[in-house]
């Protein structure tokens, strides 16, 4: 019985671990800190597959939030889909970009960059939920104006948010690992 007894305890100790870090990261990666909207230089949304950020950088721009969105083509140059957003006709102007690297790092750069060429000082950055806090970390570290951050609908379910925490919980590991910008 020392053997199941020791089992017992181990499973314990992992099931408390998993409570513990899954509350913790309950403000992190499920109810990030979201910031309420006022105009800005530009928007930016940053990339990925949930192409319903884009949508939401889009009524933003068209409700005057901002003169310029700024769309990152992280799914490619050649992603039709993205052509609705890159390629479209509106009374703003709208840049896409593939970052290099491809990753939060990478469009921080562009942002970087984009920021010292146009003078902004303010950006709205529209990601999906679980990236937010992440987000507002590298970007932060890139530019030093002040960010809005918005938060895109996410799936839900025990599988998404499961891959979100490992996901996002490796991210920040890189992120703090490097060094400056």
């Not at 593939?98 to 146009?118: D, L, M, N, Q």
């Amino acid at each position: 019985m020392p053997g199941l007894r020791r089992a017992g305890i181990l499973f314990g100790a992992l099931l408390a671990l998993v409570v513990v870090l899954g509350a913790a990261g309950l403000p992190v990666y499920v109810h990030p800190q979201v910031d309420p909207l006022r105009p800005a230089d530009a928007i930016v949304v940053l990339g990925g597959t949930a192409y319903e950020r884009f949508d939401v950088g889009l009524d933003l721009a068209q409700r005057g939030y901002a003169p310029r969105l700024l769309i990152s083509r992280s799914t490619g140059a050649d992603d039709r889909e993205m052509d609705k957003y890159c390629a479209g006709e509106f009374s703003f102007r709208v840049d896409c970009f593939v970052p290099e690297p491809w990753s939060t790092e990478g469009e921080a750069h562009e942002i970087k960059r984009r920021a010292a060429e146009f003078g902004w000082r303010h950006l709205i950055v529209v990601t999906y939920t679980p990236h937010v806090s992440r987000a507002r970390y590298i970007i932060g570290r890139c530019f030093d104006g002040e960010l809005t951050m918005v938060a895109s609908p996410s799936d839900s379910g025990p599988k998404f948010w499961t891959w979100m925490y490992i996901r996002q919980s490796a991210g920040y590991m890189r992120a703090f690992m490097a060094a400056g910008c």
